[in-house]
Structure formats: structure tokens, C-alpha cells
């Protein structure tokens, strides 16, 4: 290969031809340069072209063509690039073009309005002038007599002087007689004025920008229209949406106000007109801002104070825009802040008061002698007639709702003729806050109804439907119970998925507040989270608090509530998740509230393992009581007593129930019930008032401690490490050993040392149960001191009583 290289031919040098073609690339470059940069004339270049060499037009002709190719492949890249640029140019004039035909039509459609209403005016103005014809054709007769002096020029003026005057007071008194009509006409209609507006253009505003569309659970089983004011129907919401809206200049005619300011304003008494007519109006004012004495009976009541007020400022802000300075923006904005005082006030009385009147006094009821005396009577005493619908508005969410949503149609009606309604919204808050206080306490009653009707047994499912309906109520996963064949039973009582699904419902009854406060989704958010707080916290945990210490709730009760909390507990993340859903705002959003429910459950958990080591002490306690040992036998029956058999029996059968309980709470219990039971025994052994025990008697009590130890060592709570569980007899069983033996040589020999047989033995102990045997060994026989064997085994007693003692008082000193 090297050498093929090496012997390859050299490259042919530029043949004269090639050069001849760079040199007319040159020449025609430069001259298609000149023609496609220079204007006419070409005469020049063009002559250039035929005058040079033979063949020249030919050689110029190719080199056009090649020229115009490559033009040709330029365009079509350029077109290419720009090809879906021009479809999308294209396709969105078409759109322009749709939305153009209508932007002419809607030109075309005010110009026909303007031009009408200018016909109208024309009209008007023809009309008008009609009228004063026959004044002008007078006043032109008039003109001519005087100009041909027919009649006394200064007779006339005279006549006039006296009488203008006279009649421009009389069509001042007329303008105003007209005016005080008026405002004593709008002062008793003035809810007239906005009713159509504020209560069909104001609810259609607010069903159309809510954001939840879930619908609100409600406590007495009726469901709600939007914002629950006047719709019964969506057919009726729908109708009325459709309306027209009318303006105050529709309903109301302002004829009189306009007709007196003008009168008032070319005699140049205006001011006084102006000042008159806002001194009226602020006396107006303060009568609208007076409640009546039974707003607070119903809804309705609250709609008409309500419609008065809108009335009232819809009139004062069509004055403003419709009159030059009759009423300016500082009146108004003076008159809306006396008002937003009022109204304020009026409401934290009317609805923050009686409601914390109500939760407070919640056995007493509200009745209202007059709109400031506020007194409290018991049930049984006389109340007014409507003490008990005051009672149950205060009491139904519902309802408070409903006003809450009245609230916000006024705020917003307001807000639209440009006044400030913060302090409205705030006030909203603090009804919150006690509308929360009643879904809590309508809880409560809801919490305590399912508990009463729980039957407190693992809920059987026979198919996979009700299994399924089941876990779409609650969200419960276990891999083991889905593998199981039916029929099959869920670990939890039919009160936690009713636990559960109330507790969406109250998020969602707490929510429907939330809507229409104009507040932001994270605000939202840590509304409900901080309510749903309160419901577990506080609600919640107060009725299973209260269910754990009922009387009638036994340990198979108690264990499945153990279990129930334990489920209510792992489902809180499913509310966290749930919640999030609703108001899309991140769990992992900064300072998002976190529920508490996990506290809540677990405290309630460890109350009511507290509440079965309880009863299970007062279970054994109970058959303790029914032991009849007879002290004094001789020789024990050979069988454990039958009080023991019993309780042993009823300790199998209530562990057997702890099998669903967490490990260490069925062990806890266990070793709980087996020191009390220890504990017991002793202290029936050294009970004060038993005065004598004979060693058949401490054999028969042996025979107990054993079957004790047997019931220990069969393991009955899976846990437990070697003889752990029998250590809870240890005290017992050294005892009985050191009397069972008589081994107090061993004993009192080994006592205190670490490795000692009996070091479980306290002296006191030995010694008061050793008393007991002395005596009894006196009274055996009364010939005893006659017997050398009894008398030894007496001064053995008598010497182990001295040694005992002594180790007691060492103790003690």
C-alpha cells in the first residue's frame, strides 16, 4: 500500500479552461451584482455583456440560470423555515376575524343605542320646547306692544318685581314639599331600592365564583341551596340569573331631588338646599342603622336590616354620580363609617352574643326582654314564645351559616359602590370562630350517639361487596384479612368508619364557612386544619374519655376500643391527605397546621389500657372476696380451692381477647393482673384480723400458689422470656417453702446474703405469719406441754419468734 502510494500519479495542474471559468464567474459575479443592485437604466451593463468576447451572451445565459437556481433553492429554505409560522399567523387571523365580526357588531350595536337615545333626547327637547311655545309666542306679542309702545313699560316691571319673588318662594316651598316626599318615601322603601340587585345578582354572583363543589352535610338531614337564601330550586337560581339587573334609576324615581336642586340652584340658594338635604339624610341614616327589637328571631329579620342599609347607601351613591357636589364622597364616606360602627356593634350583639350566651348557659334559655336586656331562665320557668326557636337558630349551624352567607352578600353589594368592607370580614372571623363552637358541640352530640350504638365487636363482612363498601368508607389495608375467604371479619367496630366519615363531614360543614371570605387557599387550609384540631383534641377525645370511665364498658369494650384508636390513629394521614385534596394547598407548604389526631387517639389508648388494668384488679379483687379458707384445718383438701379455679378460669378467657391488642399492652396487662393476684394473697395471709393459721391451712394455700405458678408458666399472653411471668409469685412461694420445710436454719443462717434460698422472705413477714402458727400450736392440745416432741417444737418456735424479732428491730434501727 506504502509503495502504491508512493507511485501514485501526481494531481494534473489547472487546465487553462478552469481558469477561463473563475475569470467569468469574476467577470458575470460582479455584473449580476450590478444588475441586481442598480436601478434602470442597464443600457451599460447590458452592452458590457455583448460587446466583450464572441459567445458571451451564451456563457451570460448559463450563468443567469445557475443564478436564478441557487435564488430559487434560497427562497424555497427561507419559505420551508417559514412555512409553520405562516400557518399558525394564518390560523389565528381567522380567530381575529370571527371575534372582529363581533367587535363590528357590538360598534354597530352601541351606535344604534346612541343614536336612539339621541333621538330620544330630541324628542324630549321637541317636546319641551312645544310647551314653552305659547310662553315665547307671548313674550314676542308682549315685545311688539312695547316696541309700539301700547303698553306702560314701567307698570309691567313694576307688577313683575312684586311677584317674582312670591313666586319663587312658592316654587321653592312646591320643590321642597316634592323633596320631603321624596325622602320620606325612600326612607320607608328604601330596601326596594337594591332588593333585586343585592338578592339575585349578589347570590348568582356567589354560587357562580365558589370553589368547592362538594355539597355540605348537613346536621338536620336538609340539604343547602347556594348560600341558602332565597332559591328553593336550581330551576328558580337559573331563572333568576337571567333577569335583568335594575339599576336604583329603574325602581326608584329621583325626579323631585333633581327638579329642587335645579330650582335651588338658579335662585342661588343651593347651599342651603345641600345642607338641608344632608341633615335629612344623616337622620335617615341613624334610623335605618336601628335594628328592630326581633331581627334576631330569624334569617329573615336580619335580610330586611340588611336591605335597608344597601337601600339607603344605593340611593346616596347614585346622588353622587348623578348630581354635581349635592352629596360628596367625604359625606358618603362619613356616613358608611358611622354605619359600619353600627352595624358592627348591632351584629356582635345580636349573634356573638347570644351565641356565646348559648354555649355557655347551654342548659338554660335565651330570652330576650327588649333589644338590651338580655336575661337567662332555667327550663320549667315562663319565657317568651319564641325562647325556643331563639334557642334552637343559636344551636343550628345551619342557620348560622345562612346568616354568615347574608353577611357576605352585603359586604360584597357594598363593595361594589366602592365601600370598604374589611371590618365586616373581620367580624366574619369571630363568627367563625363561634359557628365552629357549634358544629363542635352538634359533634359531640353525633360522637356520643355512635358510641352508644357501637357494639364494640369486630365487623363481620359476608361478600366482597360489603367489604368493599366497607373500605370505601374507611381506608383500611391489611395484606393477611384480603387473602382470607369470606365470610372474614375487619379487626375494628362498625363506630370507626362512622368515626371517620364524620369527620369529613364536619370538615366539609366547616369549609362551606370558609367559602366567599375572599381569603387565600393557604388561609383556607389552616382554617380547617386548626377546627379539625379542635374536633379531635377536644370533642373527640372528651367522649372517648368519657366513654372509657363508664360503668357499663367491660374489658372486652375496652380492648376493642384499644383497637379502634389504633385504626383512628394510622387513618389521620389519610385526613391530612384529604384536607390537602380539598384546598390543594402542600402538606410541605411553611407553617401548614398538622393535625393532632395522633395524640388524641393515643392518649385515649393508654386511658383505656389504664381503665382494663382497673377492672381487671377489680375483677380478681371480686373473687378474692369469695375465698373460705377455714384457717384451722388440719390437713388441706388436696385440691386448689375453687374461688382460684374460677378466677384462673376467667384470666384464660380474657387473655384469649387480648390476642388483638398490641403485644406489650396484653403482656403489661398479664403481669399487671398476676402481681395483684400475688399481692392479694399475701395480704389475705397477713391480714390483722386473721389471728390463727395451721399448717393444713398453709398446705391448702399452697396448693393455690401452685396452680398460680401453673398458670403463669402455660404462657397465657405470648411474650414473656423464660419464667418472667412466674417471678410475679416469688415473694409467695419462698414463704410457703420456708413454713412448708421448717427450714429456719437455712433462713436465719443465710440471711442477707445475695445467694441466700429464702432472700425474697422480708422477717416481718415470717414473723407475723409464725405468730399465727405459735398460737395456733398452743390451742392445739392442751396436753402439748406433756409431750417432750411438743414442747421442742415449741421452744423452737419460740426461739425462731426471738431471732426473727431481733433481725426486725435491726431493720428498723
Known amino acids: 500500500m506504502a509503495g502504491d502510494r508512493v507511485n501514485a500519479a501526481l494531481p494534473d495542474p489547472p487546465s487553462q479552461c478552469e481558469e477561463e471559468n473563475k475569470e467569468d464567474e469574476k467577470a458575470f459575479g460582479n455584473i449580476f451584482a450590478e444588475l441586481e443592485s442598480v436601478d434602470l437604466p442597464l443600457g451599460t451593463t447590458l452592452r458590457s455583456i455583448y460587446d466583450d468576447q464572441p459567445n458571451a451572451h451564451k456563457r451570460f445565459m448559463e450563468k443567469l440560470d445557475a443564478r436564478i437556481r441557487n435564488h430559487d433553492r434560497e427562497i424555497e429554505k427561507m419559505c420551508n423555515f417559514h412555512h409553520q409560522g405562516f400557518v399558525d399567523a394564518i390560523t389565528e387571523l381567522l380567530k381575529v376575524r370571527a371575534d372582529a365580526e363581533k367587535l363590528m357588531v357590538t360598534a354597530q350595536t352601541e351606535e344604534v343605542i346612541r343614536c336612539r337615545i339621541q333621538q330620544s333626547n330630541m324628542a324630549t327637547t321637541v317636546e319641551k320646547l312645544q310647551l314653552c311655545i305659547p310662553v315665547l309666542e307671548m313674550y314676542s306679542k308682549l315685545k311688539e306692544q312695547l316696541d309700539s309702545k301700547r303698553v306702560r313699560q314701567y307698570r309691567f316691571c313694576q307688577i313683575m318685581a312684586e311677584n317674582l319673588p312670591r313666586l319663587r318662594e312658592e316654587i321653592k316651598e312646591i320643590s321642597m314639599s ?15 331600592a337594591q332588593q333585586h340587585r343585592t338578592f339575585n345578582s349578589a347570590v348568582a354572583k356567589q354560587a357562580s365564583v365558589g370553589h368547592y363543589t362538594k355539597p355540605v352535610y348537613s346536621l338536620n338531614g336538609r340539604g343547602h341551596t347556594h348560600n341558602g337564601l332565597m332559591m328553593d330550586d336550581d330551576t328558580g337560581d337559573e331563572e333568576e340569573a337571567d333577569e335583568e339587573i335594575l339599576t336604583a334609576q329603574d325602581l326608584v324615581d329621583f325626579s323631585p331631588v333633581y327638579r329642587c336642586l335645579h330650582i335651588y340652584t338658579v335662585l342661588g340658594d343651593r347651599e342651603t338646599f345641600e345642607n338641608y338635604y344632608r341633615k335629612q339624610r344623616k337622620k335617615q341614616a341613624r334610623l335605618v342603622l336601628q335594628p328592630q327589637a326581633n331581627m334576631h328571631e330569624t334569617v329573615e329579620g336580619y335580610r330586611r ?9 344605593v340611593v346616596e351613591d347614585h346622588i353622587l354620580h348623578a348630581t354635581q357636589g349635592l352629596v360628596t364622597r367625604a359625606f358618603t364616606d362619613e356616613l358608611w363609617n358611622m354605619a359600619l360602627s353600627k352595624i358592627i356593634a348591632v351584629l356582635r350583639f345580636y349573634t356573638l352574643n347570644l351565641l356565646s350566651l348559648i354555649h355557655t348557659h347551654s342548659g338554660d334559655q335565651c330570652t330576650h326582654k327588649n333589644t338590651n336586656d338580655v336575661t337567662l331562665k332555667r327550663r320549667g320557668q315562663n319565657t317568651h314564645t319564641y325562647a325556643a326557636k331563639e334557642e334552637s337558630y343559636c344551636d343550628d349551624p345551619d342557620l348560622v351559616l345562612e346568616l354568615k352567607n347574608l353577611i357576605v352578600i352585603f359586604a360584597d353589594t357594598l363593595q361594589g359602590y366602592g365601600f370598604p368592607v374589611n371590618r365586616l370580614f373581620d367580624l366574619l372571623f369571630e363568627v367563625r370562630d363561634q359557628y365552629n363552637e357549634t358544629l363542635l358541640k352538634k359533634w359531640a352530640l353525633v360522637f356520643r350517639e355512635i358510641f352508644e350504638l357501637d357494639n364494640y365487636s369486630p365487623i363481620p363482612v359476608e361478600t366482597e361487596e360489603e367489604y368493599k363498601l366497607v373500605v370505601s368508607r374507611f381506608p383500611f389495608h391489611d395484606a393477611e384479612i384480603e387473602k382470607q375467604d369470606f365470610p372474614k371479619k375487619l379487626p375494628m367496630s362498625q363506630s370507626v368508619p362512622q368515626i371517620y366519615t ?62 379502634n384508636t389504633t385504626h383512628l390513629e394510622q387513618a389521620c394521614r389519610y385526613l391530612e391527605e384529604f384536607i390537602t385534596n380539598i384546598t390543594n394547598v402542600s402538606p410541605e407548604t411553611v407553617h401548614t397546621t398538622r393535625l393532632y389526631g395522633l395524640s388524641t387517639f393515643k392518649d385515649a389508648r393508654h386511658a383505656a389500657e389504664g381503665e382494663i388494668y382497673t377492672k381487671l384488679n377489680q375483677k380478681i379483687d371480686e373473687f378474692i372476696q369469695l375465698a373460705d379458707y377455714e384457717w384451722g384445718m388440719a390437713e388441706s383438701d388436696g385440691r386448689a380451692s ?38 392479694s394473697l399475701m395480704q389475705m395471709l397477713l391480714d390483722t384480723e386473721l389471728k390463727q393459721i395451721s399448717m393444713g391451712a398453709i398446705q391448702q394455700f399452697n396448693l393455690d400458689v401452685i396452680q398460680c405458678e401453673l398458670f403463669a408458666s402455660s404462657e397465657p399472653v405470648p411474650g414473656f422470656q423464660g419464667d418472667t411471668l412466674q417471678l410475679a409469685f416469688i415473694d409467695l412461694r419462698q414463704l410457703l417453702d420456708l413454713f412448708m420445710v421448717w427450714d429456719w436454719s437455712t433462713y436465719l443462717a443465710d440471711y442477707g446474703q445475695p445467694t441466700s434460698k429464702y432472700l425474697r422472705v422480708n422477717p416481718a413477714t415470717a414473723l407475723a405469719l409464725l405468730e399465727k402458727m405459735k398460737d ?13 416432741n411438743d414442747r421442742d417444737k415449741q421452744k423452737l418456735i419460740e426461739t425462731v419468734v426471738k431471732q426473727l424479732r431481733s433481725l426486725v428491730n435491726g431493720m428498723s434501727s
Open 178 to 192: 316634592d323633596l320631603k316626599d321624596f325622602l320620606e318615601s325612600i326612607r320607608k322603601h328604601s330596601d326596594k
Open 305 to 313: 336590616y340588611f336591605n335597608q342599609i344597601v337601600g339607603f347607601f
Open 502 to 563: 364524620q369527620v369529613k363531614e364536619f370538615i366539609y360543614a366547616s369549609l362551606k364557612f370558609s367559602e366567599s371570605l375572599h381569603r387565600s387557599s393557604t388561609e383556607i387550609d389552616d382554617m380547617l386544619r386548626k377546627s379539625t384540631n379542635l374536633l379531635l383534641t377536644r370533642t373527640l377525645s372528651s367522649c372517648l374519655q368519657n366513654l372509657i370511665k363508664k360503668p357499663h364498658i367491660g374489658l372486652t369494650e375496652l380492648v376493642q376500643i384499644i383497637i
Open 642 to 679: 375453687g374461688y382460684l379455679m374460677d378466677l384462673i378460669n376467667f384470666l384464660r378467657s380474657t387473655f384469649q381477647v387480648f390476642t388483638h391488642l398490641p403485644g406489650k399492652v396484653a403482656q403489661t396487662a398479664c403481669m399487671s393482673a398476676c402481681k395483684h393476684l400475688s399481692t
Open 776 to 788: 395456733t400450736s398452743k390451742k392445739n392440745n392442751i396436753f402439748s406441754q406433756f409431750r417432750k
